[in-house]
């Protein structure tokens, strides 16, 4: 299983990124799928989630700004952030958080990361 996420970059305050995760090995379309962040010093946080009602949910702090897509014919799921804040400054991650059909549980995968900076 490989999960490697692309798009990662610097960019100033109110700008966009789209991030990009390649999933290998597990099938995208029957994943509960994730995007999380961690800023130095801070707890993991989960930005997006795919759950396993079909629907995608957003931390509070993106709501409104960050958009979590995904194309099954490409196994590759996306997170599209626009407005963005210093405070959006992260490391972020894709996760497959298992069987959508077992309620998002029996496996986890994570990628590597990719690093977001947003300057003021």
């Known amino acids: 299983v490989q999960l490697v996420e692309s798009g990662g970059g610097s960019v100033q305050a109110g700008g966009s990124l789209r991030l990009s995760c390649a999933v290998s090995?597990?099938?995208?379309?029957?994943?509960?799928m994730a995007w999380f962040r961690q800023a130095p010093g801070k707890e993991r946080e989960r930005v997006a989630l795919?759950?396993?009602?079909?629907?995608?949910t957003y931390a509070d702090s993106v709501k409104g700004r960050f958009t979590i897509s995904k194309d099954n014919a490409k196994n590759t799921l996306y997170l599209q952030m626009n407005s963005l804040k210093p405070e959006d400054t992260a490391m972020y991650y894709c996760a497959a958080l298992g069987s959508i059909r077992r309620g998002c549980t029996g496996y986890a995968y994570w990628g590597q990361g990719t690093q977001v900076t947003v300057s003021s």
């Open positions: 795919f759950d396993s009602f079909g629907g995608s």
């Open positions: 090995g597990v099938d995208l379309s029957s994943s509960c």
